[in-house]
């Protein structure tokens, strides 16, 4: 008992970022600013994840992830993948909840994941962290054929190895998109399609730009690796349809700034759990409230909620997030029908 204590400790240590020095802010067309270690960092420079005295009573509280029941975790409807196979040759502009930050997304002739994690337990120590209490919308087995990957950074709940080592197996044309930084890592798990990019460039394929853009967040996978990746926000644009993928973020000036540049999108995707305690993760991650700000700085015409209630990883009640979500659109310029909370599985088009 001891042991899994201690490595659970390690585990959420992984996930709290030791002290960097302040970055310089600069426009994300110039790509991401860094420290003067060279380490990435934000256009703000170091943000906040609360004192030790917050930190670490949270760490504790994670244990209780294994007694957690899930009654209130997201329900999940049967996908088997037959309309998503077939729509692959139509391109009817879907999207699909997979689960936590992973969308299946269907647009201008090309089909592509966000953050897939098909795994139980996202992190760096088997049977160790928290667990998936829903399961993935469709089996891997049931996807259409996937042409590309956007990864947003390297935590392990959005970089999840195993999932990308069956995605690139499945077929060696799919490409994966990172941020500077994490190309090695995929590489030496023998995914050679891969393709970095820093804030501000982008790449085309089959006629659809991906740009990678600023988030305000941070990365790390070990006890020594802070920032030396990059993090990032995406966005697929074509000429008929425009999507926005947030990733893993704070709120910050960068959606309105991405709005003004990009939008309007068709369809903002928002992390909108994580939130508590919001002395910890305020500056790293958004609250409903803020993700619903956040598509109206984007302009975008429908947003959906992502990043809440298939795993436990913080203190707010699992059933919260898409509650306040619905409400903070209802009383906002977004409106509710076009803030959307899916069913896991769930296929909607846009």
Known sequence: MRRHFLNLLLCTAL?????????????????????????????????????????????????????????????????????????????????????????????????????????????????????????????????????????????????????????????????????????????????????????GETAVYKGTTIHCLPSQHWSKRSLADDQKALWSSWAVTGAKRRFYFAGDTGYFPGFEIIGASLGPFDLAAVPIGAYEPRAMMQESHMNPEEAVRAAIDLRARRAVAMHFGTFDLSDEPLGEPPVRFTAAAHDSSLAEDTAWVLKIGETREF
């Not at 302040?22 to 170091?46: C, H, I, K, L, W």
């Not at 009573?57 to 997201?74: C, I, K, Q, V």
């Open 15 to 199: 996930a709290v970022p030791s002290v960097n020095a302040a970055g310089t802010s600069e426009e994300y067309s110039n790509g991401a600013p860094r420290g003067e270690d060279g380490r990435f960092t934000n256009t703000v420079g170091e943000i906040g994840h609360g004192t030790l005295a917050v930190r670490f009573p949270f760490m504790l509280r994670r244990l209780g992830t294994y007694f957690r029941s899930g009654a209130d975790a997201p329900e999940r409807v049967a996908n088997d993948g037959v309309f998503l196979r077939e729509n692959a040759r139509h391109s009817i502009p879907t999207v699909t909840w997979v689960g936590h930050a992973t969308l299946l997304v269907q647009m201008e002739h090309v089909t592509f994941l966000t953050d897939p994690t098909w795994s139980n337990r996202p992190s760096p120590v088997p049977l160790i962290g928290p667990g998936r209490f829903v399961e993935p919308g469709l089996r891997m087995e049931d996807l259409p054929p996937i042409d590309f990957v956007v990864v947003s950074h390297n935590h392990y709940d959005h970089l999840d190895l195993p999932t990308l080592r069956a995605l690139s197996q499945r077929s060696a044309e799919t490409v994966f998109y990172v941020p500077l930084g994490n190309g090695e890592l995929l590489r030496s798990q023998r995914i050679a399609n891969v393709k970095e990019l820093d804030w």
